[in-house]
Structure formats: C-alpha cells, structure tokens
C-alpha cells in the first residue's frame, strides 16, 4: 500500500484526516486540497490498491476490500484498534464507498466522513452502470485508446487547469491499464442502500454543478446524520480549482465538534 502524509510543522489536537480518491486516479488527486487541510492537522491519503502506486489485489476486489486494506495500512502507520486515535475520511466517487465501508468496519476509528460526490446507484441503474463501466480498458496498436483519456484530463483546463495538472491526472489515469475497470466492479456491485443505512457517523456530503450531484442527493435520504451542501461555482477540477473553498468547508464541519480527538 502506497500513502501521502502531509503535516503541520506542529500537529494540533486534531484527529488525522484520511483521504480516498476516485476512480482511476491516486491520492495524488488531492494534491492541492492534502496542502491546505494539512496547515492544521494530518492528512493522510491511500491509493487504493492496484491504483497509483499500491499493488494489484490477486483477486477481483469488493468495497469491504478496499476498505479492509486501508485498515490494514492505518495500523501499520500506528493509527487502528491499537491506537486511542479516531480519524476523520473523506471519499470522492469510489473512495466515498470506501470511506463509507471503513465507518462501518471499524466504527470506533472513525469519527467523521465526508463525501463530495457519491456513485450511490440502486436497482437497474446499477447494473447499467456495472454493464458500462466494469470491463477491461481497451488498447489499440496506434494508442488511439489514449486519446479519449487525455480528453477528460484536460476537460477543466478551460475552467483554469494548468496543462501541467492536466498532464499528472492523465498518467494517473493510464497508470493502472488495463485493470482500471476493476474498482467499477467493486462500486457496481456494492449495494449502497443496505449499507449507508447503518452508518451512525455525522456526514456532510458535498455537491457541485458537475457529476454525481443527483446521485449524492438521493444518498442522503439512507443517511440517519447528514448534511449537504451544494456548490454551485464548482463545475470541473473541483480539489484543484477551488481547493481552498472545499477545505474551508469540510474544516467547518470536521472541527464543529473537535472535543472528540480520541477514543471514549
């Protein structure tokens, strides 16, 4: 298992915050935004396995998975069921089902979870999805399978994207080929609703103008303590454009009640 750690130059009564990125990326993604929540506590972020520079799983992989290895590494890093700690998580698209699942493997660990952009897909919806997404990337001899990638990296360099970043998402986004579709396998075939509903955790989910804003609403209905909100400025490269205003957010909520920094 591969992490980022960033820190302040000194760690404030905080519980650490760890983050779980999207689908196919690495916790590279969170780049801008680990810096700016890192000025007053740890930021700790995962590549899930086979993504980044995590190693592949022998098997095709579920959620519980998923969640399971980050356990696994958060005890290898001193932060677990042997610790007094508690942590906070924040997940984007597959990386919020993670964070959902490791809230509800280990609910003692987990104090907070926060979810900008949920895959919350149910019934016929997810199998579509499943049937869409969870299949081996193609690769064509004159690499014309790159250029729709290379397309969706630099989709918000409109919106301000330095070609730099765009180019850094991109081999993030060729990096786990041609086993990309395996963490779509593990979303499309997690049943959310059985699941969400059994998270006891305060949660603030987060929208914006680009996707999965209708999916993360309909999420909230399974969730016992949640609150939303929308961002309406927010169109593409969310976590590197407007990475200050997301941290300001998420901050306001992780620290409403930070009393709670260990275990009771």
């Not at 935004?33 to 700790?44: E, G, N, Q, S, T």
């Not at 399974?222 to 609150?227: E, G, I, Q, R, W």
């Amino acid at each position: 298992m591969h992490v980022r750690v960033a820190s302040p130059d000194m760690i404030k009564a905080r519980p650490p915050l760890v983050l779980f990125h999207p689908t196919p990326y690495s916790s590279n993604y969170f780049n801008g935004f680990m810096k700016d929540m890192a000025k007053d506590r740890m930021v700790i972020a995962i590549d899930t396995p086979g993504y980044g520079d995590s190693d592949s799983p022998e098997s095709l992989p579920t959620i519980r998975d998923y969640a399971e290895s980050a356990a696994s590494a958060l005890d290898s890093l001193g932060i677990g069921d042997s610790s007094e700690l508690v942590v906070d998580v924040l997940g984007y698209h597959t990386g919020g089902l993670i964070a959902a699942e490791l809230a509800l493997i280990r609910p003692h660990l987990v104090r907070r979870i926060v979810l900008p952009g949920l895959p919350f897909y149910t019934g016929e919806a997810r199998k579509a999805a499943y049937d869409k997404n969870a299949k081996p990337d193609p690769i064509a001899r004159d690499g014309s399978h790159l250029l729709p990638k290379w397309e969706f990296a630099t989709g918000a360099v409109e919106a301000g994207l330095s070609l730099e970043r765009a180019q850094e998402h991109f081999n993030d986004a060729v990096q786990c080929y041609p086993d990309c579709w395996k963490a779509y396998h593990a979303v499309f075939t997690y049943e959310s609703e059985k699941q969400l509903v059994k998270i006891t955790q305060p949660v603030l989910l987060m929208t914006n103008a680009s996707s999965l804003k209708e999916e993360t609403e309909a999420a909230q209905k399974y969730l016992k303590n949640s609150t939303l909100i929308h961002f309406p400025e927010i169109t593409l490269g969310g976590f590197d454009l407007h990475s200050g205003a997301l941290a300001n957010a998420v901050r306001k909520f992780l620290d409403s009640d930070d009393s709670i920094n260990s275990r009771k």
